[in-house]
Nanobody, 127 residues
Framework: QVQLVESGGGLVQPGGSLNLSCEAS????????IAWFRQAPGKEREGVSC????????HYADSVKGRFAISRDIARSTVYLQMNNLKPEDPGVYYC????????????????????WGQGTQVNVSS
């Protein structure tokens, strides 16, 4: 069973940066694309970024394009989400997920395509 563990959340001021990590069980990145979702209070979970297992190609939601960068280190079995210029609309619990596809279908990913979820890490943006 795939296990995912997120870390790196915290409280930053608007305009600040955070780097989230998603450590996956061994060989996961060879077979699963990895997506980052976020869920704010009272809102539905939304996909923000995804990295394809086939070629490492990144995908971003329009709301984070140009500010967030997803990357992976296959040797460390870890996916990162560098978040820059954080805005008041970015807070929420950020989850990484193992997707049953070798190529991300963008960031609007049906939950039926997700094999495993991490436990989430909280991101807060406040002055």
């Amino acid at each position: 069973q795939v296990q995912l563990v997120e870390s790196g959340g915290g409280l930053v001021q608007p305009g600040g940066s955070l780097n989230l990590s998603c450590e996956a069980s061994e060989f996961t990145l060879n077979y699963y694309s990895i997506a980052w979702f976020r869920q704010a209070p009272g809102k539905e979970r939304e996909g923000v970024s995804c990295i394809s297992s086939s070629d490492g190609s990144p995908h971003y939601a329009d709301s984070v394009k140009g500010r967030f960068a997803i990357s992976r280190d296959i040797a460390r079995s870890t996916v990162y989400l560098q978040m820059n210029n954080l805005k008041p609309e970015d807070p929420g619990v950020y989850y990484c997920a193992a997707v049953f596809l070798d190529t991300c279908p963008g960031t609007k990913i049906a939950t039926a395509l997700v094999g495993s979820w991490g436990q989430g890490t909280q991101v807060n943006v406040s002055s």
